[in-house]
């Protein structure tokens, strides 16, 4: 073999090589496909324990008169009952633990829990019953209730979604079975439950949403 041959030899192996390494990996070494996430709609009916562990109460208020503040309750408890086909045996009632505020700074959740706002020590928790749930189609509705709040009971709205519900055997326990999840938006006004500090400098409506997971009681 002459010199050029040769030459012509080691070029080709080296393609061969730079080729082999920049090919993808054969199917063997494929990653796996991505799973779809899929929503579930089956029926959602029936009486359901709240999970606090997946839900939670989340606001947001102006400041400033120029920006909005958000934050959340992490501890809540409660159940209700869902019939689309007989609204009115829907119910629910929920608790709030105040103290478990966070705006993400500490500093303004000790002034929010403190005497000055909500007052977590001598109002520890607030308290929410539906008395009146009024369908707007199988998947929604406004739910009318008494919302007791720093020692003081109003009515109160909310527009609640249903976001899903079925069979999830997956989760491992305590959690796991059969879910629904709701979403629930709703303003209350502080000023008429006594919290009414710094009512210059800070929002007047409270812009609020719950959102539950909960676990259906068995039948």
């Known amino acids: 073999m002459n010199i050029l041959s040769r030459l012509s030899l080691a070029l080709g192996c080296g393609a061969f090589s730079l080729v082999a390494l920049a090919a993808p990996a054969g199917a063997a070494d494929a990653p796996a496909p991505v799973q779809a996430y899929t929503v579930q709609h089956a029926d959602a009916a029936g009486s359901y324990t709240i999970d606090p562990d997946h839900s939670s109460v989340q606001f947001s208020i102006g400041h400033a008169g120029v920006a909005l503040v958000d934050g959340a309750f992490t501890r809540l408890s409660g159940s209700f009952h869902f019939d689309p086909r007989d609204p009115k045996a829907d119910k629910a009632d929920i608790t709030v ?123």
Not at 144 to 152: A, D, K, Q
């Open 97 to 219: 633990q105040v103290d478990s505020v966070t705006t993400y700074l500490p500093a303004r959740d000790k002034m929010v829990a403190g005497a000055g706002f909500l007052d977590a020590a001598k109002y520890p928790t607030m308290h929410f019953v539906g008395t009146r749930y009024v369908p707007h189609g199988p998947r929604g509705g406004v739910l009318h209730g008494e919302l007791t709040l720093h020692g003081v009971t109003r009515p109160v709205s909310f527009r609640v979604r249903l976001i899903g519900a079925g069979d999830v055997p997956s989760l491992p326990k305590p959690w796991g079975g059969y879910l629904s999840g709701f979403v629930a938006d709703g303003v209350i006004d502080r000023t008429q439950f006594g919290i009414d500090t710094y009512s210059a400098g800070i929002g007047h409506k409270i812009h609020v949403r719950v959102a539950l997971e909960s676990v259906r009681n068995p039948s």
